[in-house]
């Protein structure tokens, strides 16, 4: 499971690249965890879905944010292969 730094706001950006760098240096698969209530930051749909078709090992999502119609987008952004 990969999550943005703890505590640390990062841009969309830092997260993609922070999450690229994890996703080059392992071989097995990943789940992006979106969780702001900690990170202080929401991965919105549309970085997930860049985060899926970028890293080849990003296979899942846990989508933490609470609401509860945030996986619709998600799906049909990845064809419901996310």
Sequence with gaps: MVLPVSYWKLSEREIFKHSLSIGDAIGIPIMMYSN??????????????????????????????GDLFRMQPIDELSGGRL
């Design 36 to 65: 702001p209530a900690p990170d202080g930051v929401d991965m919105s749909p549309e970085l997930l879905m860049r985060m899926f078709e970028t890293i080849d090992n990003v296979t899942m999502v846990k989508e933490s944010t």
